[in-house]
């Protein structure tokens, strides 16, 4: 790179992480502590186990009347059910402004065992800051998402200046060479670059899944880039039938006892009720703990129960494209469950490593401006001292 190009782009790479450096911190934070959000709740609400017996479950329209009747006036989301033991989750959900509770049913019982609140909570609180900031959401969300996505571009400028003239130097820039005697701008220096390459796929990859995640023209762009020829957003499509088959149980329940029986390796089935006369019912039928790029997502006439075609990329996994995968799985890589635990544990540690960056950096920044002040000064007092001198 020449001297002039490198010079720009530092320039760029310097006030691009200055003005972006605090968002990409509290970002890479909030998203570090949200990684394992999933398994410290599970634990900490961790609860004696209901034992199996040898009956028939509460139906999605008994939990749904049960939940109805504990948080009266609210829309349902959906009803879950894992197996046959575990407690029944009604999922209330209201866009704006935000509503999410969740309603948890005896099994069999058929009663209330508790109610959550989403929206409360430290990883309630977490989850703000991730999207927000803590601002309001929507001056809070459009600061995040360009911040997320100049990110993007300091990375590559980053690697840019990393760049080796030739590839006998590149060993040096991959490791700590410290003595006794390395100053500390030195380590910091050594801990933003060293530090940053070694870090830099799986820092692009959450900067890039959060911008699909953040951008509409972003997700259509990826998606057609990969291939894709379907519908990428979520589609329920309407009914086909115009009458009920005079059903003598609820289509829901009819609906959930025969999946439950076509898929029984499943781990859970999440049954949504339809939200108009003409919309059909959808079902998540969760195929792997943790993760949903699998899941299979299934629509059903709500009078026949015959299963329809959505015509978009959120259909049975088995019928999924190449592109169709590769935004299915971009929540999954985002938050690290793609790999399980080990994928958790690098989107944890890349979170944590990524928030030193901006500190690093801001401090590189500050101690050339430093530098630059002290040879301004002495170079002043150099003037002053020979017009002295020759006066």
């Known amino acids: ?85 575990d407690p029944i989750e009604v999922i209330f959900y209201e866009y704006e402004p935000v509503y999410h509770r969740s309603v948890f049913i005896h099994p069999y019982r058929a009663e209330v065992l508790r109610t ?50 030739n590839r006998r130097a590149a060993p040096a820039r991959l490791q700590f060479r410290w003595k006794p005697t390395t100053r500390w701008r030195r380590k910091n220096f050594d801990l933003h670059s060293v530090v940053g390459f070694y870090i830099y796929l799986f820092a692009f990859a959450l900067a890039f899944t959060g911008s699909v995640m953040g951008y509409g023209w972003f997700y259509y762009v990826v998606y057609k880039s990969a291939g894709g020829d379907q519908n990428p957003r979520f589609v329920i499509p309407t009914n086909v039938s115009p009458v009920a088959d005079n059903p003598t149980r609820s289509s829901a329940d009819r609906l959930l006892l025969r999946l439950q029986q076509e898929n029984p390796e499943a781990e859970s089935f999440e049954i949504h009720f339809p939200a108009t006369d003409t919309s059909s019912i959808y079902v998540e039928v969760i195929n792997q703990p943790g993760v949903f790029y699998n899941a299979d997502y299934r629509f059903f006439d709500a009078h026949s129960l015959e299963e329809l075609d959505p015509q978009s990329i959120y259909r049975r996994y088995e019928q999924a494209s190449f592109a169709d995968k590769v935004i299915r799985m971009n929540y999954d890589i985002h938050v690290g469950s793609i790999g399980g635990w080990l994928g958790k544990a690098l989107a944890f540690l ?23 002040l002290q040879k301004g000064n002495l170079e002043y007092s150099e003037r002053n001292r020979h017009a002295n001198i020759t006066s």
Not at 30 to 55: N, Y
Not at 146 to 161: C, D, E, M, Q, T
Not at 352 to 366: E, N
Request: hydrophobic share 50%.
């Open 350 to 372: 890349a979170s944590l490593v990524t928030a030193s960056l901006p500190v690093t950096g801001t401090l590189l920044w500050w101690g050339r401006k430093k530098k630059k």
């Open 116 to 165: 959550v609140d989403h929206r409360s909570g430290f990883f309630a609180w977490v989850l703000d800051g991730h999207q927000y900031l803590w601002l309001p959401a929507a001056l809070g969300t459009h600061v995040v998402l360009v911040s997320v996505l100049l990110f993007l571009v300091i990375l590559v400028s980053g690697l840019l200046l990393w760049w080796p003239k």
């Open 1 to 85: 790179m020449r001297a002039k190009t490198k010079k720009v782009v530092l320039q760029i790479h310097g006030w691009l992480g200055l003005v972006t450096g605090l968002v990409v911190f509290i970002v890479s934070i909030t998203g570090c502590a949200w990684v394992f959000k999933e398994e410290i709740e599970g634990f900490l609400s961790a609860e004696m186990p209901i034992p199996v017996q040898d009956q028939p479950n509460v139906t999605p329209t008994e939990a749904k009347i049960l939940a109805e009747a504990e948080l009266p006036g609210r829309d349902i989301h959906g009803v879950a059910y894992g197996a046959s033991n």
